[in-house]
C-alpha cells in the first residue's frame, strides 16, 4: 500500500540533498569539533558554516545562534536561562495560552519557582489581543514569549506588533518559530525578535537537532553543566553531522521559498474546497489567511477523531488529531479549547499539513478517503 503522508507538522523526511551533505560526518570526517587536530578543526569548521546559513535565513550574526536538540530545549534554555539569569530585575513573564506545551510547561515551572506568568487569550482564530498584552505588562515584566505560528491550527501571530510592543516597553521577546521557519521569511531584526527558537525535523532536516538566536547583549544562563561547548552555554559534544544537515537544510527551504510556499498552499486551498463540497457538517479552525501555507485543520460533526485517525491509517494515509507531542493525551486540544471549541468538536479534528512531495492526486485521494470513511462513522454512529 502507498503510504501518503500529510504530517509534516509533526516532521518532515529528510531531504536526500541533506542526508548527502550529512554522511562524511558520520565516516571519514568522524572528529570532534572540541578537538584541536585536523579532524576535530574539520567538524569544527563545517559547524561554523552551519551556524552561518541558519543566520542568514533569519538576518542575525553568525555568533547569535545556538545549536540544540530541539525546538523543545531551545524554548527551555531560552525562557529558563533568561528568567534565571534576569530574576533580579522581575518576575513577570507573558505567553499565550495556545503555546506549545514546551512553552506552556515551561512557565509553569517558573511559576512554581515563584515566577509570575499571564496567559493571554486568543480570540476565535487564535491570535492573541495586542491591547491585552499592552495591559498585562507591568513594571515586573521581562519576557513575553508567544509563538510565530500555531503548530495545530497555523495561525500566525501578529509578530511584529509584539515585538514593537516589546521594544517600547524594554521586554526581551522570545518566539517559539520551530512551525514558522521554512514557511514564513523571518527577519529578526526588522521584527524586534531578540530570542528565536526552531528545529530542523520540521523543514526537512533530522530529528534530534535544533538552534536558538539570541540577541548579543542578553544574559542567559545554560541549564546543563559539563562543557563549554556553544560559548559556554550548552554544555555536550556537539552533534556535528546533524548540526550540517540543519544548516543545509535551512539554506535550500528559504532558496525555493516562493515556489514550496505556493505549491502548499495551492494544495492547502484544493484540499479545503474539496472538503466542503464533498462533506457536510464540518468546520475549519484557524485564520483562513493569516495562517501557514500547507495547514488544514478541520472539525467534523459526529466523528471520533481517534477513530478517523485510526480508518484512515488502514488506508495508507497519515495525518494527525493535533500535535504529535499530545498524541497520547486523551484530553481535548488546548489550543482548540482557547479558540471556543466545545469538547465534541474540539476530539472531532483531524490536523493536515502538506509538504513538498504531495500532489494533488494525494489529496483526492485524501479527500475520497475521508469522504467514505466519515460517512460510515456517521452511519454507525446513528445505529
Known amino acids: 500500500m502507498k503510504i501518503r503522508y500529510f504530517d509534516h507538522a509533526a516532521t518532515t523526511p529528510v531531504r536526500e540533498e541533506v542526508i548527502k551533505e550529512m554522511l562524511p560526518y558520520f565516516g571519514v570526517e568522524y572528529g570532534n569539533a572540541s578537538v584541536m587536530y585536523s579532524l576535530g578543526r574539520n567538524a569544527k569548521k563545517a559547524m561554523s558554516n552551519a551556524r552561518r546559513r541558519v543566520a542568514e535565513a533569519i538576518n542575525c550574526k553568525t555568533d547569535e545562534i545556538y545549536f540544540t536538540s530541539c525546538g523543545s530545549e531551545s524554548d527551555n534554555l531560552a525562557i529558563k536561562g533568561f528568567a534565571y539569569a534576569n530574576k533580579d530585575k522581575g518576575n513577570h513573564i507573558i505567553t499565550s ?69 516589546a521594544k517600547q516597553n524594554n521586554i526581551v521577546f522570545h518566539t517559539d518559530a520551530v512551525q514558522a521557519i521554512g514557511n514564513v521569511k523571518i527577519d529578526v531584526r526588522d521584527l524586534n525578535i531578540d530570542m528565536l527558537s526552531l528545529s530542523g525535523h520540521k523543514f526537512y532536516a533530522p530529528k534530534g537537532v535544533g538552534a536558538l538566536y539570541i540577541k548579543d547583549g542578553i544574559n542567559f544562563e545554560k541549564l546543563q553543566d559539563g562543557g563549554e561547548q556553544e560559548k559556554n552555554k550548552r554544555a555536550g559534544t556537539e552533534n556535528v553531522a546533524e548540526i550540517v544537515g540543519l544548516g543545509k537544510a535551512i539554506e535550500l527551504i528559504y532558496s525555493e521559498f516562493d515556489d514550496y510556499n505556493k505549491s502548499l498552499r495551492d494544495l492547502r486551498d484544493y484540499y479545503i474546497a474539496e472538503v466542503k463540497d464533498n462533506i457536510d457538517g464540518i468546520k475549519i479552525n484557524g485564520d483562513l489567511e493569516k495562517r501557514l501555507a500547507g495547514n488544514a485543520n478541520i472539525s467534523f460533526e459526529n466523528v471520533d477523531g481517534s477513530e478517523l485517525l485510526f480508518k484512515l491509517d488502514e488506508q495508507g494515509i497519515c495525518a494527525s488529531a493535533g500535535s504529535a507531542c499530545s498524541t497520547q493525551n486523551p484530553m481535548p486540544s488546548h489550543v482548540l479549547t482557547a479558540i471556543g471549541l466545545k469538547q465534541e468538536m474540539a476530539n472531532s479534528t483531524l490536523r ?7 500532489t494533488k492526486e494525494d489529496v483526492d485521494y485524501l479527500v475520497s478517503t475521508l469522504k467514505n470513511i466519515i460517512n460510515e462513522i456517521r452511519v454507525n454512529k446513528k445505529q
Do not use: W
Not at 480570540?123 to 495586542?130: F, M, Q, S, T
Not at 493536515?352 to 504531495?358: A, L, M, Q
Open 352 to 358: 493536515v499539513s502538506i509538504g513538498k512531495d504531495n
Open 97 to 165: 495560552k495556545i503555546e506549545h506545551h514546551a512553552v506552556l510547561d515551561t512557565c509553569k515551572t517558573l511559576e512554581r519557582q515563584g515566577f509570575k506568568v499571564t496567559y493571554l487569550d486568543v480570540d476565535e482564530k487564535g491570535i492573541v489581543d495586542l491591547n491585552q498584552l499592552i495591559n498585562s505588562i507591568s513594571k515586573d515584566t521581562i519576557l513575553i514569549t508567544i509563538m510565530f505560528a500555531n503548530n495545530e491550527i497555523g495561525t500566525i501571530q501578529p509578530i511584529r506588533g509584539i515585538g514593537k510592543i
